[in-house]
T-cell receptor, first 112, second 116 residues
Framework: SQQGEEDPQALSIQEGENATMNCSYKTSINNLQWYRQNSGRGLVHLIL?????REKHSGRLRVTLDTSKKSSSLLITASRAADTASYFCATAALSGNTPLVFGKGTRLSVIA | DGGITQSPKYLFRKEGQNVTLSCEQNLNHDAMYWYRQDPGQGLRLIYY???????QKGDIAEGYSVSREKKESFPLTVTSAQKNPTAFYLC???????????????FGDGTRLSIL
């Protein structure tokens, strides 16, 4: 079952602008992960945030997690054309040994 | 380099035919997964295996079968019972180091299956 729901479904911005994507989920989690998928390729892991963390940074990526609202956001700063891809959130259950549950993704287009 | 190899990249199935998608990993991961992705959609779990000789159904297992005879390999068979098999199929694996729950999934580059 798909737990994560990304918002918006599609986003188009100019190069240099910031891109923000949101993810909402339904049940309590151990951690939340963000992945990127280029067209016709597999997913690539970007960043993981644990349930006891509120914010995490990695290069131009900033992820926040609000467990009370069961939501997360991914911010990509100073977007580049090469950031054009689909972005998915995935949640890891409290039990730990079950598969990640992926959302439907946000399609980001960065226009040069 | 360690990674996951899926083959073939493109596959065509005739009506009534079974086809097998290959997934091999050299990451020494115990857990492996198969997902189906339809255009503009997220990933739906077909089957997963957490150890050799064991596997579990995911959300959409009907019309699919798997085997896990070796740690490195997790082939997926799309049977003739799967009436709408046209999709992009992704294989993934996940390791144990540092706590399984904190490990990311590593993905292959997918197989695109179409009906002739």
């Amino acid at each position: 079952s798909q737990q994560g729901e990304e918002d918006p479904q599609a986003l188009s911005i100019q190069e240099g602008e910031n891109a923000t994507m949101n993810c909402s989920y339904k049940t309590s989690i151990n951690n939340l992960q963000w992945y990127r998928q280029n067209s016709g390729r597999g997913l690539v892991h970007l960043i993981l945030i644990r349930s006891n963390e509120r914010e995490k940074h990695s290069g131009r990526l900033r992820v926040t997690l609000d467990t009370s609202k069961k939501s997360s956001s991914l911010l990509i700063t100073a977007s580049r054309a090469a950031d054009t891809a689909s972005y998915f959130c995935a949640t890891a259950a409290l039990s730990g040994n079950t598969p990640l549950v992926f959302g439907k993704g946000t399609r980001l287009s960065v226009i040069a | 380099d360690g990674g996951i190899t899926q083959s073939p990249k493109y596959l065509f199935r005739k009506e009534g035919q079974n086809v097998t998608l290959s997934c091999e990993q050299n990451l020494n991961h115990d857990a492996m997964y198969w997902y189906r992705q339809d255009p503009g959609q997220g990933l739906r779990l077909i089957y997963y295996s957490q150890i050799v000789n064991d596997f579990q159904k995911g959300d959409i297992a009907e019309g699919y079968s798997v085997s896990r005879e070796k740690k490195e390999s997790f082939p997926l068979t799309v049977t003739s019972a799967q009436k709408n098999p046209t999709a992009f199929y992704l294989c993934a694996s996940r390791g144990e180091g540092g706590g399984f729950v904190y490990q990311p999934q590593h993905f292959g580059d997918g197989t695109r299956l179409s009906i002739l």
